[in-house]
Each structure stands twice: as C-alpha cells, then as structure tokens.
C-alpha cells in the first residue's frame, strides 16, 4: 500500500471522513490485472491462434478450454488425468465434479500449471500458451487495484481502531488527573511539531467547538462579563466534558503515539 496518501498523524473526527477520499486516490495508482485474452496481453502473438479458447477467472485458467487450443486429440478427461499426474490438487489445481451433469469433472489450474502444461505439449500452439501465460504472471504480479469497497472497509477499520486505542487510554485516567494530562499532551505535541503552544491549545478548542458545538471562548467571555475569572478548560470541567476534551486531545495529538 502506498503511504502516501496515509494519515501522518491521527485524523481529528471531522478529517476522519476525508480518509475515505484519500483511500480513493489511491485507486488510481494501482491497476487490476486483466486477464481477458480479447484484451491483446502481448502483441507479438500470431492472430491465427483463437486465445478467446483460453478462459482466465480469478488467477484460474480453465483446462477444458486450453485443451481446445492446444488442439491435443486425446480425449479431454484422459488428457487431464495423465498431465496432472505430478501435480497436487488444492495446490497447483482445483478439481469441481457436476452431479447434475453425469459427475461431469471440471479442472482450473494455477496459471504457473498451465504454463508447464503448455510446454509439455511441444506444439506451435503450446509455445504460444506458454507465451501468454508468462505474460498472464507478469500481470498477476501487479499491485492489485482497490474497490470502492475495499477502501471505506480499510478506512472503517482504521477509524475502528484508533477509537478503541482512545477508549482505553481514557479508561486508564482518572478524572481528576485529565486536566494535568490534556496538559502534557498538548504541550509535547507542540514541542513535537515545532509549533507555539497557544496554536495545539486553539486547534483543540475548535474541534471541541465542531463536534460538541460548545463554544468555550464565547462563554469565557460571557464569565468575564460577570466578573469570572475562568478558563476555557474550567469551562469544560464545569460542564462535565472534560473526559470529552481528553479524548479529542488524543485523538488529535497522541493515538498514534
């Protein structure tokens, strides 16, 4: 996964959301491999050889169908059964017998198993698979290109975890010690990041203002108005969200930590 376009520091609840669009861009940066013969893998392979007869589904390759284009005369099941003596099912191929079908037997090999089967047949047709299949590896080597639901199951697990590491940290702080905490947090990550102070005070303050939709400045100033000396976190002690403020210090400033 590209590190990029992943959080350097733990994301404050309103930016957690825009993680999901980060996720996004990454889709752009990694390709799928496509497998599909009608999609040309290579250019240099002679047209008269029909690759749709190749079927490639989930990194598998249908015997049945590179039977056909290998052109081998050998019935389909006698033909299997003898080249895939050396081979181990579960591992280099997967075996599906259809009750519904006379107990009809159906072979998908590795695409690494149909190469060698490829080769083994010694044909014009066999250098040609052997051929795509080696660009069919190259392809399955790519990173993988992430869905839409990859990324918000990546991005919700994510913000899943960094919420339980909050909860156990509030967990093992007293009430009474959140204020010397919230403190220390605020002060390190300054020191941290190289910024004054008063600026990892405010941001807090903010975001506080956006999730819980209390202003503490404004009701500092209307305390001041009658004669009240009190701070933005007495304010918040008072109203009983200190534990609240503690835990959007940590996960602004110290989750990750």
């Known amino acids: 996964m590209d590190n990029r376009f992943l959080p350097t520091s733990s994301p404050t609840?309103?930016?957690?959301?825009?993680?999901?669009?980060?996720?996004?861009?990454?889709?752009?940066?990694?390709?799928?491999?496509?497998?599909?013969?009608?999609?040309?893998?290579?250019?240099?392979?002679?047209?008269?050889?029909?690759?749709?007869?190749?079927?490639?589904?989930?990194?598998?390759?249908?015997?049945?169908?590179?039977?056909?284009?290998?052109?081998?005369?050998?019935?389909?099941?006698?033909?299997?059964?003898?080249?895939?003596?050396?081979?181990?099912?579960?591992?280099d191929f997967d075996k599906i017998v259809k009750p519904h079908e006379n107990n009809k037997k159906e072979y998908f090999l590795t695409v690494d198993t149909a190469k060698h089967l490829a080769m083994i047949e010694r044909t014009q047709q066999g250098k040609q698979a052997r051929k795509y299949f080696i660009e069919c590896e190259k392809k399955l080597k790519q990173p993988k290109k992430l869905t839409t639901a990859d990324i918000l199951s990546l991005a919700t697990k994510e913000l899943s975890r960094l919420n339980q590491i909050v909860?156990?940290?509030?967990?093992?702080?007293?009430?009474?010690?959140?204020?010397?905490?919230?403190?220390?947090?605020?002060?390190?990550?300054?020191?941290?990041?190289?910024?004054?102070?008063?600026?990892?005070?405010?941001?807090?303050?903010?975001?506080?203002?956006?999730?819980?939709?209390?202003?503490?400045?404004?009701r500092v100033n209307n305390a001041k108005k009658k004669g009240l000396k009190k701070s933005k976190i007495d304010i918040a002690?008072?109203?009983?969200?200190?534990?609240?403020?503690?835990?959007?210090?940590?996960?602004?400033?110290?989750?990750?930590?």
């Open 167 to 218: 909860i156990e940290k509030v967990e093992s702080v007293p009430t009474k010690k959140m204020r010397i905490v919230i403190n220390k947090i605020v002060k390190d990550y300054a020191v941290k990041t190289k910024n004054f102070y008063q600026i990892i005070w405010n941001r807090l303050y903010k975001e506080f203002k956006d999730v819980y939709s209390i202003d503490l400045t404004k």
């Open 13 to 91: 609840f309103s930016e957690g959301i825009g993680w999901i669009y980060r996720f996004r861009k990454m889709n752009e940066l990694y390709k799928k491999p496509n497998l599909s013969p009608n999609e040309g893998i290579f250019s240099d392979v002679e047209t008269a050889f029909d690759f749709s007869l190749i079927e490639v589904k989930d990194e598998k390759v249908n015997a049945r169908g590179l039977h056909k284009f290998l052109g081998n005369k050998r019935e389909f099941a006698t033909w299997i059964k003898d080249r895939l003596t050396d081979f181990d099912e579960g591992i």
């Open 237 to 257: 002690e008072e109203l009983g969200k200190l534990e609240e403020l503690y835990n959007l210090s940590l996960k602004m400033f110290e989750v990750e930590n």
